[in-house]
């Protein structure tokens, strides 16, 4: 009698060796984590595809649509929307309108959201939580309100125009319905898009850096430049992101303060469904946004993060 007939071991099949058996249920495992993984995420991919890729793609199809005088679409493929859109100055105007008044609009929120995510990351939790809520509270505010809100503002009878004469100013400038209107607006709504992101990066700067660089002779200025603006850039990076696709994208503040003499792509999409009838340039017009809002995002975070990494790479080059 052999020793595993001893001991009561189940004989192997023929060519089948006892680390095989491991390794397969092994696998067994791996490969259905990865199918229950699979039908995890099927609904909201099949939820994408439904509501967000096929409109996208029926929208490009349309776009490359042509469009006869009377409204009709004709079937077949065509640039002539395309053509339209960047041969006329009108649209051109507006396109360089639209992207101006988003790169603005992320400046300006990035200029002031810095110290008010610092008062947030940095601050005690009274002066935290203060900020936070004087933040997040006009998000509970409807965007049409507050945009008349600052109608009423920057008209020429308004709050800025009775502040301005109070401090001498005999004749104010006019603010409405121009680009610094749709500007100053923009900011408003969308700084907290750009606060919080910046807050949580800032909150995970270890402080012991900073503290070392004070040791170290370096002022608050420099702190600032070369310590918590360098390792806040992801969070600046994600803010920007969505400060600048939320401007080019919009519709009711640009409508409401800037009118027909400040239109933005969005007012202009507008315009041509609903008033003309014109499908195919609309789609044209709505398509270029989204791939220029991507694009930009696009390229943006990628020079963020490569700037990141340089500055990381360099600062631990200086440490060793």
């Known amino acids: 009698m052999s020793r ?3 001991l009561d071991v189940p004989a192997l099949p023929p060519g089948e060796s006892v680390a095989a058996r491991p390794a397969g249920r092994a696998w067994a495992r791996l490969a259905g984590a990865r199918y229950a993984g699979y039908l ?3 609904p909201t991919v099949l939820f994408l595809a439904v509501w967000f890729l096929w409109p996208v793609l029926t929208m490009v199809h349309l776009s490359l649509t042509a469009h006869s005088v009377d409204g009709v679409m004709i079937e077949g493929f065509t640039l002539e929307n395309y053509i339209r859109l ?9 396109l360089m309108r639209t992207i101006r008044i988003a790169l603005l609009t992320s400046l300006f929120a990035a200029l002031f959201a810095y110290p ?3 008062a947030i990351a940095r601050g005690g939790p009274a002066l935290a939580r203060l900020v936070t809520i004087t933040i997040l509270a006009p998000l509970l505010v409807n965007v049409v309100v507050r945009s008349y809100g600052w109608q009423t503002i920057l008209n020429k009878t308004g709050a800025l125009a009775w502040l301005l004469k109070l401090m001498g100013v005999s004749n104010p400038p006019v603010l409405l319905y121009t680009e610094w209107a749709v500007l100053i607006a923009c900011v408003h709504v969308y700084l907290p898009f750009m606060v919080m992101p910046l807050a949580s990066a800032i909150g995970r700067i270890d402080r012991t850096v900073e503290e070392a660089a004070r040791v170290a002779g370096a002022s608050r200025v ?5 310590v918590i603006l360098p390792l806040s850039l992801p969070g600046l990076a994600v803010g920007a992101s969505l400060v600048f696709s939320l401007s080019a994208a919009a519709y009711v503040t640009p409508q409401i303060l800037g009118g027909n003499f400040s239109p933005l792509l969005g007012t202009l999409i507008e315009q041509q469904i609903l008033t003309l009838n014109d499908w195919p340039f609309g789609a044209a017009i709505s398509t270029l946004l989204i791939a220029m809002v991507l694009a930009s995002n696009l390229v943006f975070l990628k020079l963020v993060s490569r700037r990141f990494a340089r500055w990381t790479a360099t600062t631990s080059e200086g440490a060793q």
């Open 86 to 94: 960047f041969s006329s100055d009108l649209y051109f105007r507006i």
């Open 222 to 226: 420099s702190v600032m430049l070369k």
């Open 4 to 6: 595993a007939e001893s």
């Open 116 to 118: 008010l995510a610092i």
């Open 40 to 42: 995890l995420v099927a």
